[in-house]
Structure formats: C-alpha cells, structure tokens
C-alpha cells in the first residue's frame, strides 16, 4: 500500500472559478478526513466520512464547500466560486476502526487562489 | 466540545538539550491524545498516542509524553534533542465517548534546535 494520496499536489485557480480535489485512502480504512491548513496553524477540521456517509460537517465550512465519498473508497472536495481567503492547504487523511486509532496523511493539496 | 491548547508556538533549543511541549486538553471526558510531527512539505506523522493503561507512552525517534488528568495534559518531551527533530508539533485529541468522532488539532508547536 503507498498510503493516502492526494490529486492535484498543487492548484492555482483564479477567484470565482470552481476546483476539486481528490483523496485516494489507505485500502480498507473505514474513515476519511478533509482538513485545512493555512501558515502556522493546525489543520482544522472540515468534514469527515465513515465508509460512504458523512458524519460531521464543519459549521466553519460554508455552502460552497462540498465533500463526497460515493462508494466508500476515494473522496471528493470541491469548492465553488473560490475565494482568496480559501487559499490552503487542504490535507487528507484515513483510519480504520475505532476514533484512538492512528490517523494516515496524505501530503495534501495546496491551494492557492489569484 | 473538546479542545487542545498547545503552549508557545515557537521552541528553540540547542542540540542535546531537554526538549519539552505543552499540550492541555479540555473535555468532559478525558480524550484519545496524540502528538503528530509535521517535517517541511511532508505530511503529518503519527509520534505517539495515548489510549488507556500506562500514562507514560513511549513514540517513535525517542519521544514521550504523560498523561496527566489532573492537570488536563500531556505534554511531549525528549531528553536530548537532535538537528533532525526540527519540525512542527502537533497534539491532537478524539472524543472517548463516542464511536463516530473526529480528531481534532492544536495550533502547533515549531521545535527550532541550535548547533
């Protein structure tokens, strides 16, 4: 297994146009994360799936964001009619069983917005 | 709702020095605990964890920390710090009392080693 991977690496997007991002998981891993990063913060949080369903959804994440996990396997996170304050990065991760096991990273997507 | 307060966000010590990084919690229930370490344009790594039993727990690269639930810690310390530990820490913590819980992250701690 090669571990959580994220597609695009990078993207630079110009204000108001849409972008999606994917996240590939460690195989068999029930949970899938979607976390922001801006400079010197922590990753905050963003929404979550157990297999195909999404538990949470940040109340900080607004209607252009949306996340999907159709089959239980890959994610999406688009965002619509970017923003320059939605220039990140946008950080992937998976775990399988219960919420004390070890989340895996993916080396996450940055996003930068012109 | 749980949080997680990491104090300092920069630390600077030199090389073989006592490496120390708080980290208090606050919740209900005494949470799941991490510290993740985050390397330059790398993705964050799992350090250590506590769960349940010994209150010391031992990680990777000759880390520990200690769970202390009277003082709502659990900070990480190394006793001889190495150039290579520079990078960013986080600590991290899950909800306990429920199966369906997201981890969530403090803002982080940049370690910065002296020659």
């Known amino acids: 297994d090669t571990g959580v991977s994220q597609d695009p690496r990078h993207k630079i997007t110009k204000r108001g146009q849409n972008v999606t991002f994917r996240c590939d998981p460690i195989?068999?891993?029930?949970?899938l994360y979607w976390y922001r990063q801006t400079l010197g913060q922590g990753p905050e949080f963003l929404t979550y799936f157990q297999n195909e369903a999404q538990l949470e959804k940040s109340r900080l994440l607004s209607d252009r964001f949306s996340a999907e996990r159709p089959k239980g396997s890959f994610s999406t996170l688009e965002i619509q009619r970017t923003e320059q304050g939605d220039s990140a990065m946008y950080l992937c991760?998976?775990?399988?069983?219960?919420?004390?096991?070890?989340?895996?990273f993916g080396q996450g997507t940055r996003l930068t917005v012109v | 709702a749980q949080s997680v307060t990491q104090l300092g966000s920069h630390v600077s010590v030199s090389e073989g020095a006592l490496v120390l990084l708080r980290c208090n919690y606050s919740s209900s229930v005494p949470p799941y605990l991490f510290w993740y370490v985050q390397y330059p344009n790398q993705g964050l790594q799992l350090l250590l964890k506590y769960t349940t039993g010994a209150t010391l727990v031992k990680g990777i690269n000759g880390f520990e920390a200690e769970f202390k639930k009277s003082e709502t810690s659990f900070h990480l310390a190394k006793p001889s710090a190495h150039m290579s530990d520079a990078a960013e820490y986080f600590c991290?913590?899950?909800?306990?009392?429920?199966?369906?819980?997201?981890?969530?992250f403090g803002s982080g701690t940049r370690l910065s080693i002296r020659p």
């Open positions: 195989s068999e891993h029930n949970r």
């Open positions: 991290a913590v899950s909800d306990r009392g429920s199966s369906a819980s997201k981890i969530i």
């Open positions: 991760a998976s775990s399988q069983g219960q919420p004390n096991t070890e989340a895996f």
